[in-house]
C-alpha cells in the first residue's frame, strides 16, 4: 500500500503523486512515496505496489484521489515478467524496530512514468484503499495483542525463576511471590486478554456479517464491527506498548540488556500504535463517524450488551460502575461541540475499551475456571475502577485540552 509522502502523513488530501493516461488505456505514474513496508525486497520474484495518485483535473482533497496497480515487472512478449518498470527504491529507512522489514522510499517515473493500471473508478482510489485499511487495522491490533502476550509470557517465567528478597521460608522467593510484581504481571495478563477479546468479537463481527443472510442483520453486524475496529486498533496497540514496558520493568536492569528480548519486544510494538493511521485518529474515526451508526442505534446496542454483561456478572461491582461511565460519557459526546468531542476522543476510546474489554472477560469467566476468574476480578477491581475518572477527562478534561493546547500553540 503506497500512501504516505513527505508532506502527506495522516492528511492524504496533501499527496502530489500523480498519473497521466496512455492511449491504451494504461497509466504513466510520476512521484514519491514514503514508509513502504517491503517496497523493496528479494523475496519474490515480482511486486505489486497499489499506489494512490491524483489524474489531471481530479477534484481537490480526497474526493480526487485515484488508486493504481504499479508493478515492479511488466510483462513480455512471451508473457514473462522480465521488463523493469519505471520505479525504484531510493532508500531504507533506519527504523527504531521492526528491523526484519524493509521500509522504503519509493519513487516512481524517473525514465518518463511507471506504467499502472486504474483500480475502481477515477476518484474513488480512497474508498477502495480504505478496504484494505479496515483489514490492516484490525491485524495491526493482533499485532499489539501478539506482542504483549509474548512479552507477558517472558515477563512472568523470568518472574517465577528470579529470586530476590525473603519468602515465607526465609530463603530467596521466586519475585512472582513480591505484591508489585504479581501486580505488574496481573495488569499485563488482563490487558492482553482484555483487548484480545475486543480483536475477537471484532473478527467475529465480520464474519457473520459476511455469513448472514437477512440483510438487516448483516447491516447490523457490520456497524458493529465498524464501531469496534478502532477500538481493536487503537486500545490494543496502546497496551501492546503498555504491556511491553512493564515487561521491561519485571525483568528490572536485565530487561534493559538486549540479551533478555524485553527490550526488542518495546520497540518492535511502538510503530503499531502509529501506521495504519496513528491512534488519535482511531479516536477521531469513531467519535466523528462510528458513533453516529444508523442514528447512534449501533452505539446503544454495543452498551445494552455492555449494560446486561454487567448486571449478569454480579461479583465484578466495578464493571456496572464502569459501564454507566461510559454510558454517560456516550451521552456528552453525542451532544458536545465537535471540537470538545475531539478533545475528548483518545481518553473516550480509552473508556470504551475499559468497559467493553471487562464484560468480555466477565463473559469468559462465567465458564468456571480459576484462572479466567481472577483475572477477570482483577481487571474489574484494578482496571475498570479508572473508568469514572476517564468519563471526567472526557468531559470536564476536554476543555481545558482546548485551553491547555491554545497555550502550547502561543
Do not use: W
Amino acid at each position: 500500500m503506497n500512501l504516505t509522502e513527505p508532506q502527506a502523513g495522516s492528511d492524504l488530501a496533501l499527496l502530489r503523486a500523480r498519473a497521466e493516461r496512455n492511449d491504451d488505456g494504461s497509466f504513466r505514474l510520476f512521484g514519491q512515496k514514503i514508509f513502504i513496508t517491503y517496497g523493496e525486497h528479494d523475496l519474490s520474484d515480482n511486486i505489486v505496489h497499489l499506489v494512490l495518485a491524483r489524474l489531471p483535473g481530479a477534484p481537490p482533497g480526497t474526493r480526487g484521489i485515484s488508486l493504481f496497480l504499479t508493478p515492479k515487472f511488466l510483462p513480455d512478449a512471451s508473457g514473462g515478467f522480465t521488463r523493469r518498470n519505471d520505479l525504484r527504491c531510493a532508500g531504507i529507512e533506519h527504523k527504531l524496530g521492526v528491523n526484519g522489514s524493509p521500509t522504503c522510499t519509493m519513487v516512481y517515473g524517473d525514465a518518463g512514468g511507471a506504467t499502472a493500471f486504474l483500480v475502481g473508478e477515477e476518484n474513488k482510489g480512497l474508498a477502495c484503499m480504505f478496504t484494505m485499511m479496515n483489514n490492516a487495522r484490525l491485524a495491526v491490533g493482533l499485532q499489539g495483542v501478539a506482542l504483549a502476550e509474548r512479552a507477558t509470557q517472558q515477563a512472568l517465567a523470568y518472574a517465577r525463576e528470579r529470586r530476590q528478597g525473603r519468602g515465607e521460608g526465609g530463603g530467596a522467593a521466586p519475585i512472582v511471590q513480591h505484591p508489585d510484581v504479581a501486580r505488574m504481571c496481573l495488569t499485563m495478563t488482563a490487558l492482553t486478554q482484555a483487548a484480545r477479546a475486543i480483536c475477537y468479537e471484532t473478527a467475529v463481527s465480520l464474519d457473520r456479517a459476511k455469513r448472514e443472510a437477512d440483510p438487516a442483520q448483516a447491516s447490523r453486524k457490520r456497524e458493529r464491527a465498524g464501531l469496534l475496529t478502532p477500538i481493536a486498533k487503537a486500545f490494543s496497540t496502546d497496551i501492546g506498548n503498555e504491556v511491553a514496558s512493564l515487561g521491561v520493568q519485571v525483568f528490572g536492569g536485565m530487561g534493559f540488556i538486549e540479551e533478555a528480548g524485553a527490550s526488542q519486544l518495546l520497540r518492535d510494538v511502538r510503530i503499531a500504535a502509529i501506521y495504519e493511521g496513528t491512534n488519535g485518529i482511531q479516536a477521531i474515526d469513531l467519535v466523528t463517524r462510528k458513533l453516529k451508526l444508523s442514528g447512534g442505534a449501533a452505539l446503544t446496542r454495543e452498551i445494552d450488551d455492555m449494560r446486561a454483561s454487567a448486571e449478569s456478572a454480579a461479583e465484578f461491582g466495578a464493571l456496572r460502575e464502569a459501564v454507566a461511565a461510559f454510558e454517560s460519557a456516550s451521552r456528552f459526546m453525542e451532544s458536545a461541540e465537535p471540537r470538545v468531542a475531539l478533545a475528548g476522543a483518545t481518553p473516550y476510546l480509552r473508556l470504551f475499551a475499559l468497559a467493553r474489554g471487562g464484560t468480555l472477560l466477565a463473559k469468559g469467566a462465567a465458564s468456571g475456571e480459576p484462572r479466567r476468574i481472577a483475572i477477570a476480578r482483577f481487571f474489574a477491581d484494578n482496571l475498570a475502577v479508572a473508568a469514572p475518572g476517564l468519563a471526567k477527562v472526557v468531559t470536564a478534561g476536554a476543555a481545558s485540552t482546548l485551553e491547555g493546547g491554545a497555550a502550547l500553540e502561543a
